[in-house]
């Protein structure tokens, strides 16, 4: 499926995870795609594995920080150079701690919003100009439902993805005459490398009772007969729905992606 020819996409956090499987989801599809991502050995096999799908020639890697405004200013301007404008942008940036809320330093708080809020505003900020030269342009953020269910011991994680979700919602709004669409997504039970690495930041006192809320009750593979961890692409090809015309009347709202653990 080519829906995504012509089409000029940024992708934040593009070298793991959810970013890198949207990055080369959108590249099947037919989209010219610069990939950014902090880490540069990440951006490496994000475009090996696009070169391995013989769509190498339209991906362009960029590094950049989103919690800097200088890289962000410097890496959105850059894509947009390469690119010769911007149809859309995907927000898959971040980063999950976890601490009892009453252990959390004001630091850690401060990074995770940092990350997760601030640059999510700031790669849309620097965005905006190019995406509204389009008569239609697309903004998807990356929400979770922890902003929207109870996850223990992340509380700043989850208010950092609750504000993505307010955030989205004043952009819908503010830019839908211009014919601009702004959605979150909302993964969970999700594996990526924000997953992987929590388990080593969970409380060694944590109640391991509470994390029943949060499985999903549909297999995650046709041979799968439990329930456990999806794998990226399963948010990758609701990104591609989103940005394509098949998602062209959908603005200012979530889509949950967790295997019915909030059904």
Same mark, same amino acid.
């Given at each position: 499926?080519?829906?995504?020819?012509?089409?000029?996409?940024?992708?934040?956090?593009?070298?793991?995870?959810?970013?890198?499987?949207?990055?080369?989801?959108?590249?099947?599809?037919?989209?010219?795609?610069?990939?950014?991502?902090?880490?540069?050995?990440?951006?490496?096999?994000?475009?090996?594995?696009?070169?391995?799908?013989?769509?190498?020639?339209?991906?362009?890697?960029?590094?950049?920080?989103?919690?800097?405004?200088?890289?962000?200013?410097?890496?959105?301007?850059?894509?947009?150079?390469?690119?010769?404008?911007?149809?859309?942008?995907?927000?898959?940036?971040?980063?999950?701690?976890?601490?009892?809320?009453?252990?959390?330093?004001?630091?850690?708080?401060?990074? @995770?919003?940092?990350?997760?809020?601030?640059?999510?505003?700031?790669?849309?900020?620097?965005?905006?100009?190019?995406?509204?030269?389009?008569?239609?342009?697309? @903004?998807?953020?990356?929400?979770?439902?922890?902003?929207?269910?109870?996850?223990?011991?992340?509380?700043?994680?989850?208010?950092?993805?609750?504000?993505?979700?307010?955030?989205?919602?004043?952009?819908?709004?503010?830019?839908?005459?211009?014919?601009?669409?702004?959605?979150?997504?909302?993964?969970?039970? @999700?594996?990526?490398? @924000?997953?992987?690495?929590?388990?080593?930041?969970?409380?060694?006192?944590?109640?391991?009772?509470?994390?029943?809320?949060?499985?999903?009750?549909?297999?995650?593979?046709?041979?799968?007969?439990?329930?456990?961890?999806?794998?990226?692409?399963?948010?990758?090809?609701?990104?591609?729905?989103?940005?394509?015309?098949?998602?062209?009347?959908?603005?200012?709202?979530?889509?949950?992606?967790?295997?019915?653990?909030?059904?």
């Amino acid at each position: 499926m080519k829906r995504l020819e012509g089409k000029r996409i940024l992708v934040t956090g593009a070298g793991s995870g959810i970013g890198q499987a949207s990055a080369l989801r959108l590249l099947e599809e037919g989209a010219a795609v610069v990939a950014a991502d902090i880490a540069a050995e990440g951006l490496a096999t994000t475009v090996a594995r696009a070169d391995e799908a013989a769509t190498g020639d339209r991906c362009t890697a960029r590094q950049m920080d989103v919690a800097d405004e200088t890289s962000v200013v410097d890496g959105v301007r850059s894509a947009i150079d390469t690119l010769g404008g911007l149809d859309a942008v995907v927000n898959a940036a971040g980063m999950l701690r976890a601490a009892h809320t009453h252990h959390t330093s004001t630091e850690q708080w401060n990074q @995770i919003i940092a990350v997760n809020l601030t640059g999510t505003f700031l790669v849309v900020r620097q965005a905006l100009p190019a995406l509204l030269d389009n008569p239609r342009s697309t @903004i998807v953020n990356f929400s979770s439902t922890s902003a929207s269910f109870a996850h223990p011991y992340m509380a700043a994680y989850s208010a950092s993805k609750g504000g993505v979700q307010a955030l989205t919602h004043a952009l819908a709004l503010e830019y839908a005459r211009a014919g601009l669409r702004a959605v979150c997504v909302a993964p969970g039970s @999700i594996k990526s490398g @924000i997953t992987e690495a929590t388990g080593g930041y969970i409380p060694s006192d944590a109640d391991w009772s509470l994390f029943s809320r949060l499985l999903p009750i549909l297999p995650t593979t046709e041979e799968a007969s439990g329930t456990g961890m999806a794998d990226p692409a399963a948010v990758a090809g609701v990104i591609a729905m989103l940005v394509s015309e098949d998602g062209a009347f959908i603005t200012g709202t979530e889509i949950r992606i967790d295997g019915g653990t909030h059904a």
